[in-house]
């Protein structure tokens, strides 16, 4: 069955710190994999996704995730945090034959001043 | 350019009454979905539309009727509400067919049943 796990439900960080995000996927394939992020009373807006070939993909607002097919991991990361990337961010694969797209139950993140 | 858009932004329900969430996309995309996100898990798909004149259910269908009236539009309807469908719910729409297009959201509809 397909799965979408964010272990992180909430995380604090300083502003101007790094930042990593992680997600697992349990799939049966290598899937599309993207990162979204959702603001306070917005809809969900996408950062960056995953089709193949490099590993490392860059996206929007300085972001980056990293796709290791070994540990089935997408994991979103952004050397310098800042206080506008307070949101909540949602991790997302769906089927490459088909658009119908799974979640994670998401990760809040808190920018301490 | 307005994307996805979700009519009303807010509605506040009786237990009982029935009522029709609106969803359209100028994008002509072929797929469009619903969702309702809930705290601490996530959005879970209520039901989804691969092209026009097909519907399918998805993970959390009971309760919930839709149509596909055109490629662009795509409806929601509680027959009768239960405060178990208090949530926000969220439209998506993409190009669909495969080749992993992402999905395009609405900003929600909040929805609070008493």
């Known amino acids: 069955a397909q799965s979408v796990t964010q272990p992180d439900i909430h995380i604090t960080v300083s502003e101007g710190a790094s930042l990593e995000l992680r997600c697992n996927y349990s799939y049966g394939a290598t899937p599309y994999l993207f990162w979204y992020v959702q603001s306070p009373g917005q809809g969900l807006q996408l950062l960056l996704k995953?089709?193949?070939?490099?590993?490392l993909v860059q996206g929007i607002k300085g972001f980056e995730a990293e796709f290791k097919r070994s540990q089935s991991s997408f994991n979103l990361r952004k050397p310098s945090v800042h206080w506008s990337d307070a949101a909540e961010y949602f991790c997302a694969v769906g089927p490459r034959d088909f658009n119908k797209f799974y979640f994670g139950s998401g990760t809040k993140l808190n920018v301490k001043p | 350019n307005a994307g996805v858009t979700q009519t009303p932004k807010f509605q506040v329900l009786k237990t009982g009454q029935s009522m029709t969430l609106q969803c359209a996309q100028d994008?002509?995309?072929?797929?469009m979905y619903w969702y309702r996100q809930d705290p601490g898990m996530g959005l879970r798909l209520i039901y989804y539309?691969?092209?026009?004149?097909?519907?399918d259910k998805g993970e959390v269908p009971n309760g919930y009727n839709v149509s596909r009236l055109n490629k662009r539009e795509f409806s929601l309807r509680l027959e009768s509400a239960a405060p178990s469908q208090t949530s926000v719910y969220f439209c998506?729409?993409?190009?669909?067919?495969?080749?992993?297009?992402?999905?395009?959201f609405g900003d929600g509809t909040r929805l609070s049943i008493l």
């Open positions: 994008m002509n995309h072929n797929s």
């Open positions: 995953y089709f193949s070939g490099d590993t």
């Open positions: 539309s691969a092209s026009e004149g097909t519907t």
């Open positions: 998506a729409s993409c190009g669909g067919g495969g080749g992993g297009q992402p999905q395009h």
